[in-house]
T-cell receptor, first 115, second 116 residues
Framework: AQSVSQHNHHVILSEAASLELGCNYSYGGTVNLFWYVQYPGQHLQLLLKYFSGDPLVKGIKGFEAEFIKSKFSFNLRKPSVQWSDTAEYFCAVNSYSGGYQKVTFGTGTKLQVIP | EAQVTQNPRYLITVTGKKLTVTCSQNMNHEYMSWYRQDPGLGLRQIYYSMNVEVTDKGDVPEGYKVSRKEKRNFPLILESPSPNQTSLYFC???????????????FGPGTRLTVL
């Protein structure tokens, strides 16, 4: 069965601090990996995605993530967070097999950035 | 404007009273999906649809029904709602397949449902 783990449930950082949010998945086949962000009171929006190629992917607003296949990880990073990054972040795994698509989300990490 | 719309945005109802939450997308996406979001549990998939007349259960389908008669619409039906279905519901759609644009999901604004 496909699963996603986000170990950090709630992270509090000061502005300008560096951020790394962990995401580990389990699935034996080929996957596509995503990070979504949900700002307070809003719906989820795509931050970045990995399909193939360079395992270091860059997204919007200075976020990046690195796919490490051997560790089944896809951690999200940002060198210097801003107050406006306060949001909930979701890692998601998508597999496509036999004409069917399976999507699994992690439980989310709430990031609070203190000015 | 490319978007996913949901109606209603807020709904308070009573146990056992059938309700439907509509979802519509204007991007010609094959794949559509319903999720519920609960504190500490993240997003859990209820049902999904690979295309018209093709639907399948997600991780938490009990108490819900869906239909996909048209490509753009994917309504969520609660035949007999119960208090444990109080939640925030999101509809999403995406291109299906293995291409580079596939599987990036576009989310609707959400429907906050309270079942008394």
């Amino acid at each position: 069965a496909q699963s996603v783990s986000q170990h950090n449930h709630h992270v509090i950082l000061s502005e300008a601090a560096s951020l790394e949010l962990g995401c580990n998945y389990s699935y034996g086949g080929t996957v596509n990996l995503f990070w979504y962000v949900q700002y307070p009171g809003q719906h989820l929006q795509l931050l970045l995605k990995y399909f193939s190629g360079d395992p270091l992917v860059k997204g919007i607003k200075g976020f990046e993530a690195e796919f490490i296949k051997s560790k089944f990880s896809f951690n999200l990073r940002k060198p210097s967070v801003q107050w406006s990054d306060t949001a909930e972040y979701f890692c998601a795994v998508n597999s496509y097999s036999g004409g069917y698509q399976k999507v699994t989300f992690g439980t989310g990490t709430k990031l609070q950035v203190i000015p | 404007e490319a978007q996913v719309t949901q109606n209603p945005r807020y709904l308070i109802t009573v146990t056992g009273k059938k309700l439907t939450v509509t979802c519509s997308q204007n991007m010609n996406h094959e794949y559509m999906s319903w999720y519920r979001q609960d504190p500490g549990l993240g997003l859990r998939q209820i049902y999904y649809s690979m295309n018209v007349e093709v639907t399948d259960k997600g991780d938490v389908p009990e108490g819900y029904k869906v239909s996909r008669k048209e490509k753009r619409n994917f309504p969520l039906i609660l035949e007999s709602p119960s208090p444990n279905q109080t939640s925030l519901y999101f509809c999403a759609s995406s291109v299906s397949g293995t291409s580079g644009r596939a599987n990036e999901q576009f989310f609707g604004p959400g429907t906050r449902l309270t079942v008394l």
